[in-house]
């Protein structure tokens, strides 16, 4: 009991010891606040009653000039003007209907200003303030201003527009800015960026515009402006000037851009070029574009059911997001895996009896000339697309060697490159498969895998990138769009340096087999040997055919009898010049039947252009000056010229 | 008879705790009347909660401690299992995943941690006979964190912290070894650069925009750039009830919740402050006094962890809203608007009546 006690006694001494030590903490951390009230509200009281005497006194934010975007020439691809607009403040007026009729008669608001405004005004809040018309001009804004005091809740103002002055050129690449919307205002406040956009309507929605928002958007400044009882600006207290974003220099040229556009004509497609040494895009094409100045001011209903509904998807980025067996264009890959396997080393030759079967098996491979090729060696089988000789080197391979192989050449896994929505295309293994399907692997879709048949998916960017790497003995580099990034105050330029991104080292023997066979499909003889004719440099390339339908055991193939949208696609892969490759490129012309005759022109007007700078004849004519014209006919004063006439016409 | 009736209704009632909390409480309607831009509903909806609270806090005063102690374990034991159902079914609001739908109601399991955590510490160490060894803080270690860890991910910084607070406080009052937090506290500051290396610079902005507001103007900064020039502008003896430019002219934001202190503070000066934190002291001495004779140690520990958390949210409080604390989400405790956070509070005060009042007569 006595022990218990003092035990108890004890431990209560202990614990008392400790609160009376917490009373202190308590007691010096309430001085502490006591010593802070001292200091705001007695010290410094004269101070902070002034603040608050001029907390009429108002932040006004300064949002930046945005970036430009110049191709590689200088270029301008996106810029920046100021326009008038009259916006009207939803919560701000009674009879909304019975303003803009009145509004009216001084301005002119169309339809479609009108079907904008309401779709704007969803979007936003209500007190927020949203254009019924945009790009006014100086009568109307003067119109307007005269009669300002009868319209509570309308203001003209001014605002910083972005405009695409080429249109729709390259418009997959250069992307666009759109209205700051609630999903947009969630993310900038998930990653703390949001007070750096108070000023700020718009932010970029997709292509480099999106990407590289960080860098294009630049810093919010703002004012500390002493406002009078109305909230009207009476002096500017301090004010930190914004910093302007940065502009993006591209190793794109736009001249190229618009042959490689032209040459699609109004066929669906992509076309990517790569410099297979530095990883530099130089062009990038997705058919049909659009028009990104359609989007900046919020695009109206009607354009944008024009553009959604259309059968041909023109605001798919093809390059990135558009997947496609890639046919025979991936022979030569699946030719170097063997090589570098030691199989089918020359003299090794097979004769081709215009089809592969297993032994046992009635079932027939068919190589696509029914009467098969004769006596077939490595290079003359990539020359000729000989089916059967692939058939067979794959069957030997197997699938995993085969596609551990390729993906050393981007097949199957991201480029990481500078656009945002990249697919990784597909390449199949037995495991993907029972994970897809739940089916074990046959041995007859490892053989249609050689041709670049089967379940094998590539993305045009894909295709270029693996060239690329092929045309730089494997050294893969990480493909940019953007070469240059320029402090616009300094004009400093901040260089992309070139990423080796993977590399596998080849035998030199083999890339020379796969090159030559190559080079000579732009040879007589070769799948396609008008693209060579007369080119002056010397052209590795590879045609393919995607098949859109399946065509069963014992039906033809009939390019005529077909619906145009069930036609093949026409692939066609090439770099040159074939000794020393300074372009490496792959063309994908949708619904356009055989890759050298669809696909090959294409490649070849890109190729001209790009090694001698010579524009296409038959084309040269065609070749349109587009002068951009703004809807309203305000066009910027510095209005960049495409193609120079005279030019044009040497 | 009457006076009978009257003695039982107040023989739990601590009258010189419950004289503050009253003033405090009847000074907080005035306070919300001013901050809300003077809105009776505001006003009678906050004097429901109090109502609501204070009725809570008489019950939980007339339930004897070894009661509450006996409920100590299972309140915490459906604690865990609450926030593990909030982690796993929890409703989303505001981009935290706190509320659990529990058929017609939602409850917050986080507020009930507020209350069961202390008290499974307090159960823990009252267990442990004699001087208790670092492997009982180890334990009591694990016992705190995994509620502060699931809070933690909700996201609720704020409560986390708080709670953290909370169980400290006992482990502390426990007992736990001097050289321990010495060490402990070395370390952290010690590791301290180190984490700050590891930081993005973005994540670096934000922690320096928190401890420097002037920064930020338009963004996070906004508050307490706007809460000081409130404070300050108060003066000496405050621009008076209901004459707060900032409060009034909607300079003030989140006034009638977690920056009420500045409303207060701008209409009723450096007298109002002092006197506030006057009646705070006072709470808080009387708390302390109460844990000091508190006679069995789950009752000691309760009443001191639940006294220091009160200075804790006051404290803390009060710091942020005048600049020299980073803003957490953490109300002024008694006077801020909000039901919840109201009747934890006087359930929390209803214990330390309990304990005061429930005291056997000891042998000395």
């Given amino acids: 009991m006595g022990a218990e006690l003092r035990n108890y006694l004890h431990e209560q001494y202990y614990f008392r010891l400790r609160l009376g030590f917490t009373a202190l903490v308590v007691i010096s951390l309430f001085a502490l606040l006591a010593s802070r009230f001292y200091y705001l509200q007695v010290k410094q009281y004269n101070h902070y009653q002034t603040l608050a005497e001029n907390n009429r006194i108002s932040l006004i934010p300064i949002a930046p000039n945005r970036g430009l975007i110049l191709d590689k020439n200088g270029v301008v691809l996106a810029h920046n003007f100021f326009v008038y607009t009259l916006e009207i403040t939803p919560a701000k007026i009674k009879d909304l209907e019975a303003t803009i009729a009145e509004i009216s008669q001084f301005v002119e608001i169309s339809p479609l200003d009108r079907k904008r405004f309401n779709r704007l005004r969803q979007e936003s809040r209500n007190f927020e303030s949203v254009p019924i018309r945009t790009h006014l001009n100086e009568v109307e804004a003067a119109k307007f201003a005269v009669n300002h005091f009868r319209f509570p809740g309308v203001e003209i103002k001014s605002r910083l527009f972005r405009h695409y002055p080429l249109g729709k050129l390259g418009s997959h690449m250069v992307g666009y800015i759109g209205r700051i919307n609630d999903k947009d205002l969630a993310d900038l406040e998930k990653s703390g960026d949001l007070s750096n956009y108070k000023g700020s309507d718009h932010i970029g929605k997709s292509g480099l515009e999106q990407f590289y928002e960080r860098q294009l958007h630049g810093t919010t400044g703002f004012q500390q402006v002493e406002v009078d009882a109305d909230g009207h600006a009476v002096r500017v207290l301090s004010s930190n000037a914004p910093i302007p974003g940065d502009n993006l220099i591209l190793s794109a040229d736009s001249k190229l851009q618009e042959i490689a556009e032209t040459a699609f004509g109004d066929r669906r497609g992509a076309l990517v070029a790569i410099n297979p040494k530095t990883g530099e895009v130089l062009s990038y094409v997705s058919q049909p574009t659009f028009d990104p100045n359609l989007f900046v001011g919020g695009i109206d209903t009607e354009n944008w059911k024009l553009l959604n509904d259309s059968l041909d998807k023109p605001l798919i980025n093809r390059p990135l997001r558009g997947i496609y067996p890639p046919g025979s264009t991936f022979k030569p890959f699946v030719a170097l895996a063997g090589l570098e396997a030691g199989k089918r080393m020359p003299p090794f030759s097979i004769h081709d009896a215009g089809y592969f079967s297993f032994p046992n098996s009635r079932h027939r491979y068919r190589d696509w000339k029914p009467s098969g090729h004769g006596i077939v060696d490595m290079q003359r089988a990539i020359t000729i697309s000989c089916d059967t000789f692939f058939y067979g080197l794959a069957m030997e391979l197997g699938i995993e060697k085969l596609t551990s192989f390729v993906r050393h050449f981007g097949f199957g896994r991201k480029s990481d490159f500078d656009l945002k929505g990249e697919i990784e295309g597909l390449l199949p293994t037995p495991e993907w498969k029972m994970r897809r399907f739940k089916q074990p692997w046959y041995p007859g879709e490892t053989v249609i895998v050689g041709i670049g048949q089967g379940y094998t998916l590539v993305t045009p960017l894909q295709l270029a990138q693996a060239t690329s790497i092929l045309a730089n003995n494997g050294v893969a580099m990480k493909p940019h769009l953007v070469a240059q990034i320029q402090n616009s105050l300094t004009g400093k330029r901040h260089i992309s340096p070139p990423v080796v991104q993977d590399k596998i080292t080849l035998n030199p023997d083999n890339m020379d087999i796969v090159r030559r066979g190559m080079v000579d499909v732009t040879l007589p003889g070769g799948t396609a040997a008008s693209i060579g004719a007369n080119a002056g440099y010397s052209i590795a390339a590879k045609t393919g055919t995607a098949q859109v339908i399946g065509i069963k055991q014992n039906e033809k193939y009939n390019e005529h009898t077909i619906n145009e949208r069930h036609r093949d696609h026409a692939l066609f892969i090439a770099f040159a010049p074939a000794e020393d490759p300074k372009i490496a490129l792959a063309v994908i012309v949708e619904n356009g039947g055989h890759g050298g005759s669809a696909a090959g022109p294409i490649a070849r007007k890109v190729m001209d252009y790009y090694l001698l700078g010579k524009l296409p004849i038959a084309e040269a004519a065609k070749i349109e000056v587009k002068i951009p014209i703004n809807a309203t006919g305000n066009a910027p004063a510095t209005t960049p010229r495409l193609v120079p006439e005279e030019e044009l016409y040497d | ?364």
């Fill in chain 2, 1 to 364: 008879m009457i006076s009978r009736l009257f003695h039982r209704f107040v023989e739990h009632i601590d009258a010189f705790l419950m004289a503050c909390l009253l003033f405090t409480l009847l000074a907080s309607l005035f306070i919300l009347y001013s901050a809300s831009g003077q809105s009776f509903e505001r006003v009678y909806a906050h004097g429901i909660n109090t109502a609501v609270a204070l009725s809570v806090l008489w019950v939980v005063a007339n339930i004897p401690p070894n009661q509450l102690e006996r409920i100590a374990l299972p309140l915490y034991l459906l604690g865990v299992i609450l926030l593990i159902g909030v982690a796993l079914f929890g409703t989303i609001s505001h981009g935290a995943r706190r509320w659990l739908n529990v058929g017609i109601i939602h409850i917050q399991p986080s507020e009930i941690m507020r209350i069961a955590l202390p008290m499974m510490l307090a159960w823990y160490f009252a267990k442990r006979e004699g001087k208790p060894k670092p492997s009982h803080f180890a334990f009591a270690g694990l016992l705190l964190a995994i509620p502060v860890v699931l809070i933690m991910k909700q996201p609720d910084l704020g409560t986390s912290l708080l709670i953290t607070a909370s169980g400290f406080f006992i482990l502390f009052l426990a007992g736990l070894n001097w050289k321990f937090l010495l060490g402990a506290a070395t370390l952290l500051a010690s590791l301290s650069p180190v984490f700050w290396s590891m930081l993005h610079d973005y994540q670096r902005r934000r922690i320096e925009i928190l401890f420097d507001p002037t920064q930020d103007p338009l963004g996070a900064g906004y508050h307490t750039i706007q809460a000081i020039i409130a404070i300050g502008s108060g003066g000496s003896a405050g621009k008076g009830w209901l004459n707060g430019t900032q409060t009034q002219l909607d300079f003030l934001p989140e006034r009638t919740t977690d920056f009420i202190f500045a409303v207060f503070s701008e209409e009723f000066g450096f007298l109002g402050n002092m006197l506030l934190l006057g009646l705070f002291s006072l709470i808080i001495i009387r708390g302390l006094m109460i844990a000091s004779q508190a006679q069995s140690t789950f009752s000691r520990l309760l009443a001191g962890s639940i006294t220091l958390t009160f200075f804790t949210y006051a404290f803390v409080n009060m710091g942020m809203v005048s600049g020299i604390l980073p803003v957490v989400g953490v109300p002024l405790p008694l006077i801020s608007y909000g039901g919840t956070s109201m009747v934890m509070l006087c359930l929390s005060f209803g214990i330390l009546m309990s304990i005061h009042t429930h005291k056997k007569l000891v042998a000395t």
